[in-house]
C-alpha cells in the first residue's frame, strides 16, 4: 500500500481538497483537553494542518517514505514515517505514550489499514476519558450538470482497476466499515501499472469540454463523511441507552 503513494506523493497537494474548517471545531469542541492529536495516513499533511488550529502539538505520521518529504509545514505538527515494519510499542512511544493523546484522526485513508492491528493501537494511545477518533472521506465531487455524468461515467468504466480496499469508501461511504467506537453523536495508478490509459487524450478533452474549457475555474463539492467515537467503557453496571449514533457529515 504505502508503495501506491510513494508514486503520487508530490501531486497530492494540488489532488487532494480542504475539508470543511467546522469539522476541526466540532471535533476539538469533544475533548476536554487540546494538548497533542495524532493524525494517521497524513498525506500531504491537509488534514493535520487543520488539527493543528486547535492542538498544542500535532503528530502526522504515514508508511510512504515519500508522503512526509512533501508535507505543508507547520510549527505545530511533526512529521513521521512509520514503516509497516515498526513495532507497535514504538509507535506508541513515538506519538507520545499510553493515554496521551487527546485526538487521532484519519482522513481518506483508513480503508487501507489492518483495522485488527490499528484500532488496539488507537484505544492505546487514546486519553481516557476524552480522547476522541474520527475517521472521514468522500467518494465524489459535483461540479455542475453538464461535468458530473461524465465523472459518473468514468468512474463506471473504471471500477475494475480501483484496488478492492476502497470499495467501502466509493460504494458505501463507510456505512459497512467496522467502527468499534462508543458513539460521540456526531484506482487510477493501479490501471497504469497494467499498461492501461484510462486519461487518453479522447477521455481528457471529454472531461475538458463538459467542464467548460482548461481556463474555467468553477466550484467543485467534494461529498464526504465523517465516523466519530471514543474508547468504549468497561462497566459491571447494566450498559445505559446511547444518545447517539455513528453520523456522516456531508458537504
Known amino acids: 500500500m504505502a508503495g501506491l503513494f510513494n508514486k503520487q506523493a508530490e501531486i497530492y497537494l494540488d489532488a487532494r481538497p480542504n475539508y470543511p474548517p467546522h469539522w476541526y471545531s466540532m471535533l476539538a469542541a ?29 503528530i502526522a505520521t504515514d508508511v510512504s517514505e515519500a508522503q512526509p518529504k512533501c508535507a505543508i509545514p507547520h510549527p505545530r505538527v511533526k512529521y513521521l514515517h512509520t514503516p509497516l515494519s515498526l513495532p507497535d510499542d514504538e509507535i506508541v512511544r513515538l506519538i507520545g505514550g499510553e493515554g496521551s493523546v487527546d485526538l487521532v484522526t484519519v482522513a481518506q485513508a483508513v480503508h487501507w489499514f489492518d483495522l485488527p492491528t490499528f484500532y488496539p493501537l488507537v484505544a492505546r494511545l487514546l486519553r481516557k476519558p476524552g480522547g476522541v477518533f474520527a475517521v472521514w472521506g468522500y467518494n465524489d465531487i459535483a461540479v455542475s450538470p453538464t461535468f458530473d455524468p461524465v465523472m459518473k461515467r468514468f468512474h ?69 463523511f465523517m465516523l466519530e467515537g471514543k474508547v468504549k467503557r468497561v462497566s459491571t453496571n447494566p450498559p445505559s441507552s446511547r444518545t447517539g449514533s455513528n453520523k456522516l457529515s456531508n458537504q
Open 30 to 58: 469533544l475533548t476536554p483537553q487540546h494538548s497533542l492529536a495524532w493524525d494517521v495516513g497524513m498525506g500531504n499533511g491537509q488534514a493535520a494542518l487543520g488539527v493543528a488550529e486547535h492542538y498544542e502539538q500535532v
Open 156 to 224: 463506471d468504466t473504471t471500477l475494475t482497476f480501483w484496488n478492492e480496499k476502497i470499495q467501502c469508501i466509493f460504494v458505501d461511504g463507510y456505512k459497512t466499515l467496522p467502527f468499534p467506537f462508543e458513539s460521540v453523536g456526531l484506482g487510477l495508478t493501479t490501471a497504469k501499472d497494467q499498461g492501461v490509459d484510462l486519461l487518453s487524450e479522447r477521455v481528457v478533452k471529454e472531461f475538458e469540454t463538459a467542464w467548460g474549457g482548461s481556463q474555467v475555474v468553477p466550484s467543485v463539492t467534494y461529498k464526504a
